[in-house]
């Protein structure tokens, strides 16, 4: 039996990169229980107060919530339980050179399903500040603006503006 290879994507944090400048991301594993990839699986799972730190010279993933899983029974996991993340030894040191420069957080960005295994993608990041954030929402709305345009211009159906 063959295991699809490509990505399936369970859930993503797009409030991280609204919050945060991302400089660089990681792939990593994650440990679970048995429930908590039923859980997965079914996509009950929310990204939105989690956060990555080092403790005893792993990484470990707090506040990521897998809800319970529907059909377990006393084996069933806790929703919020701090989780191990799986990286190489180089990458931790990578990381936690850069997490010890200070100014920069882990996040997760997205957590997914590739070749049957359960992955989650990590973010380097740096908080905006909110003149940032303003600013990025400004170029977006340029942007659509300017796609919005070129499309009339190209089926020929130019109005000009007032």
Not at 39 to 68: K, N, P
């Amino acid at each position: 039996m063959s295991r699809d290879t490509e990505r399936k994507l369970i859930a993503s944090n797009k409030k991280a990169r609204h919050d945060y400048t991302i400089l660089k991301t990681y792939e990593a594993g994650i440990v679970l229980a048995g429930t908590e990839v039923k859980s997965l699986r079914e996509g009950r799972v929310s990204l939105v107060d989690a956060f990555a730190q080092e403790r005893d010279g792993e990484i470990m993933l707090y506040g990521l919530h897998i809800a319970e899983y529907g059909y377990g029974t006393w084996t069933n996991h806790q929703p919020r339980r701090t989780r191990k993340l799986l990286l190489r030894r180089v990458e931790i040191g990578r990381i936690l050179e850069k997490l010890r420069e200070g100014g920069v957080t882990l996040v997760p960005l997205s957590m997914y399903f590739a070749g049957g295994w359960a992955k989650v993608e990590l973010g380097l990041a740096r908080g905006k500040k909110s003149y940032d954030k303003r600013q990025a929402l400004a170029e977006r709305d340029a942007n659509r603006e300017i796609a919005r345009e070129l499309g009339r211009r190209l089926k020929g159906a130019h109005r000009p503006t007032r």
